[in-house]
């Protein structure tokens, strides 16, 4: 945080906001949950590749595209699908299957004609900037309690880019991190 | 990654820019020392370092502050003459301004420098004590000019300090008196104030205390003067009278030094030690994007797109017309009526483009002035005695580019001091004069914009460039018996290159020239050398005026589009495949009697190829050698809009950015010459 927003932050400080002593005259309030704060479940995009379903923190997702024509970038790195132009910012898009030794050829899509109609493009940013991530098929937003994902088990991956694994009823959701996946 | 606060970014625009005006005034001081020292510049200096103090403590940033408040407090000394204007001064204020410079730059990109800190601490208590400075000298000159001690009363230290040394340089001083009606005072005291200004200096404007009668108000203005009573009156005309205030032998008093001369000088003399340096080595770029737009240049766009909106009523009419029930429409008149708005459109929408490309524009001296200040520092680093001549700062380009430019030219200009220029004994000993001249210099020709970097050193010796070159493996010796002088001379643009064997702490930092060739080829530039044995090397860039729109042509590989800029096609052929030939199993072509590479483009990107009959054949200069680039056909030229390529991307050697067509599709924009470097590197075997 800035020293600016620190700044802003101590000025519209409000002392009502503090509202500790009140907890106690609340009757409903159970007092092992107020020993330990309830942690509040936060939204991820859940999405399938090759048949497992995958998700990233919602926070990182800016939107969900149609697979637009992609420009094949020569030299690039492998995982590099191509270019897309969003709104006259040309953005790469990546495949993760290859990253995640899901199959061992990326496909290669050049338009929308390439791929099965549920295929989307993921727009995500993160300190790198924006990027397009191709993923089979969206499967919606997840709510997931950060504290209760299990850290994945190792399965001999070379580098590993997934960050845990969260559990919904028997659905298993694949937390990626980004930074990882797309380097 | 989170946007900075606006108010941060603002901030540092605005602190920018006073930094911009600092460092100018300041090197102006430095060049108006020998002479009369202008107060109004004096005090303009002093201002601007006073609202920097006050808009960065507003933001907490306390370093900054601090550092321009030593600044202020010095300025402050320096306009009241307590302290001398020297060498050590000026220096500090430079270094101060860089300092400050890097302080907002931690400040914007909220990162911290090691050591940067320390030497603004270091800095500022150096500016403390010489802000200080020796106490003025005890004889005051104005006890002996016979002021009456009521109006003395009420002068501020900055007053009798302008009234002292108006009495130090021997001139008259007098009492203006001017009586004005209560309606126009405020008018007519500034017109007197401009009347009076060309023949001295006004030193303090008192209300008069003798005051008029109830309509009017008097004001006497203490004068400074070298022109008599009588002529000093004739031209006011009668606006106000003049009456001497010096006793009638005014002479000048017993020239007591105003300040004794500075037996033990402070501790400031700008010994830069080394770690400091490094703080310092970093971009000229500017911290701001902004771009300040004159505002009669916005209202031309407003006008355009007024009559943008225009037109697209009689659109709509036009429409409207086919639409309406039992109207028959004529097509041939709806037709020639429509192509009219079209045609109309277009023309706006050209006028639209020419605007936005005209707000993109400003001037070189925005750069010219941070390498000029650099450069003052490093002349008198490097024992040189070197004239640095300024010229065509006015000469406007686009924003971007002017960015772009100032390290390339920083380099060169680096260069210029360091290898190009001797020192003072040996162009003596060579007959020229000893101080040597290194010139920056900017035109515009054409829809381009051309600038100079020279200097009238030694030249650059093309045997020891064909020595270094072979030893570097760069050339085989067969090969430079080949080459012409021009030749060998581009030589030290291939990365690798660097004659001087010792690193020097100027400009030998691995670094070389290739880097500043890439960086002109990434603004569609060129660089060319002239240089003369004895008579110096001039580096003469050029570079389009803007870099928004460019001219491509569109290219076809295994059916895929490319966009190449124009500017890098020398010329296009048609060579049919069976007039290939091989070297080394290498393809070449003959145009003109010239063997030329031949590279398939779809070979070099991998992409399927079929066998082709004929091909198109880009032809590409690159240094001392030419490449042909065979392409499958050629789709036409379009202007396009070159749009970079996120970070992720940015390092594909050969691809430049990207652009949209009709079609929304990415088209890749190519940079061929990076293409065929990348490609003819030893260690690539692509081909």
């Known amino acids: 945080m800035s020293r600016f927003q620190e700044q802003l932050n101590r000025f519209f400080y409000d002392a009502d906001e503090q509202v500790g ?3 106690d005259l609340a009757p409903e309030i159970d007092a092992s949950n107020l020993a330990l704060p309830q942690e509040t479940p936060e939204d991820f995009l859940a999405f399938s590749l090759e048949g497992e379903i995958y998700a990233v923190p919602i926070s990182q997702v800016r939107e969900i595209l149609k697979v637009p024509p992609l420009t094949e970038v020569p030299r690039a790195a492998g995982n590099i699908l191509g270019l897309m132009n969003v709104r006259g910012d040309m953005l790469p898009v990546y495949d993760l299957k290859r990253r995640l030794q899901l199959v061992d050829v990326a496909p290669v899509v050049r338009s929308a004609a390439d791929v099965p ?14 990027a397009g991530i191709f993923v089979d098929q969206i499967e919606g937003v997840v709510k997931l309690v950060l504290s209760r994902l299990e850290v994945a088990p190792n399965l001999g ?3 590993n880019c997934i960050a845990g694994l969260g559990r919904k009823g028997d659905a298993l959701f694949i937390l990626i991190d980004l930074g990882l996946a797309l380097a | 990654m989170p946007q900075p606060p606006r108010a941060l970014t603002d901030f540092v625009a605005e602190a920018t820019e006073i930094l911009e005006t600092l460092g100018r005034d300041v090197l102006t001081l430095d060049e108006s020392r020998s002479g009369e020292v202008d107060p109004d510049l004096l005090n303009g200096i002093f201002r601007a370092a006073h609202s920097l103090k006050g808009l960065s403590a507003m933001f907490g940033l306390e370093q900054l502050s601090k550092l321009a408040h030593r600044v202020e407090d010095v300025l402050d000394a320096l306009r009241l003459g307590k302290v001398p204007l020297d060498d050590a001064l000026i220096d500090s204020l430079v270094e101060s301004l860089e300092v400050l410079n890097a302080l907002l730059a931690e400040a914007a990109h909220e990162t911290t420098t090691p050591g940067l800190a320390s030497r603004g601490e270091a800095l500022a208590e150096r500016l403390r004590v010489m802000g200080e400075g020796p106490v003025a000298a005890a004889v005051d000159v104005l006890d002996h000019i016979g002021l009456d001690p009521q109006i003395r009363a009420v002068f501020t230290e900055y007053e009798e300090h302008r009234l002292r040394e108006n009495v130090k340089k021997g001139v008259q001083l007098y009492k203006v008196r001017a009586v004005f009606s209560l309606s126009d005072f405020d008018q007519r005291l500034n017109a007197l104030n401009a009347t009076l200004k060309p023949m001295g200096e006004v030193v303090s404007t008192l209300p008069s205390t003798q005051p008029g009668d109830e309509s009017s108000i008097a004001f006497d203005l203490i004068f400074g003067s070298a022109v008599p009573a009588t002529k000093i009156e004739s031209t006011i005309a009668g606006a106000a009278t003049v009456e001497s205030l010096t006793r009638a032998l005014a002479a000048p008093p017993p020239s007591a030094p105003a300040w004794p001369t500075p037996s033990a000088p402070v501790p400031l003399h700008p010994q830069t030690s080394a770690p400091q340096r490094g703080v310092l080595e970093q971009s000229l770029r500017s911290l701001s994007q902004t771009v300040r737009v004159d505002i009669s240049r916005l209202d031309g766009l407003m006008n355009i797109v007024g009559e943008l909106l225009l037109i697209r009523s009689n659109l709509q009419r036009l429409a409207e017309t086919t639409k309406q029930p039992g109207v028959t429409v004529m097509p041939k008149a709806w037709g020639n009526e429509l192509q009219r708005e079209a045609r109309a459109l277009e023309r706006k929408l050209d006028e639209l483009q020419k605007g936005v490309l005209d707000a993109r524009m400003v001037p ?3 750069v010219f002035d941070k390498l000029a200040r650099l450069m003052r520092r490093l002349v008198r680093e490097s024992g040189k005695l070197v004239d640095f001549e300024v010229a065509g700062g006015d000469v406007e380009l686009d924003k971007l580019i002017v960015e772009e430019l100032s390290d390339p030219l920083m380099h060169l200009l680096r260069n210029a001091l360091d290898h190009g220029v001797e020192l003072p004994d040996s162009r003596e000993a060579q007959g020229k004069a000893r101080k040597a001249k290194i010139r920056l210099n900017a035109r515009q020709q054409g829809n381009q914009v051309v600038i100079e970097v020279g200097d009238d050193g030694n030249g650059m010796d093309e045997a020891r460039i064909r020595q270094v070159a072979i030893e570097r493996g760069l050339v085989t010796a067969q090969q430079t018996y080949e080459m012409e002088r021009r030749d060998l001379l581009n030589l030290v643009f291939l990365p690798g290159f660097s004659t001087r064997t010792d690193v020097s702490e100027l400009s030998g ?9 890439t960086n002109l080829a990434r603004l569609s530039g060129l660089i060319d050398i002239d240089s003369r044995r004895r008579r110096g090397t001039t580096f003469v860039l050029t570079l389009p005026l803007t870099l928004a729109i ?4 569109m290219v076809e590989a295994s059916g895929r589009t490319y966009a190449v800029p124009l500017n890098s096609v020398l010329e296009i052929v048609s060579v049919r495949a069976a007039d290939l030939q091989t070297i080394e199993r290498r393809e070449v072509i003959e145009v003109r009697d010239h063997t030329l590479p031949f590279i398939r483009l779809s070979r070099v990107f991998a992409l399927p190829e079929k066998p082709m009959e004929r091909y198109f054949v880009i032809i590409v200069g ?10 499958d056909s050629l789709l036409g030229q379009h202007d396009i809009v070159t749009k970079p390529l996120s970070g992720r991307l940015r390092d594909i050697p050969g691809i430049s950015g990207a652009t949209e067509l009709g079609d929304r599709r990415a088209v890749l924009v190519l940079d061929v010459g990076a293409l065929m470097e990348d490609l003819l590197r030893p260690q690539s075997a692509v081909i």
């Open chain 2, 622 to 631: 690159l240094a001392q050698q030419r490449f042909g680039l065979a392409v």
């Open chain 2, 364 to 366: 070189l001296v925005q």
């Open chain 1, 157 to 159: 991956l070379e580098r």
């Open chain 1, 21 to 23: 002593p009140f907890l």
């Open chain 1, 117 to 130: 109609r549920g295929a989307r493009v993921v727009l995500v940013h993160d300190a790198q900037g924006d």
């Open chain 2, 509 to 517: 930092r691995g670094v070389g020239l290739d880097v500043v060739k």
């Open chain 2, 550 to 553: 460019i001219r491509a042509l």
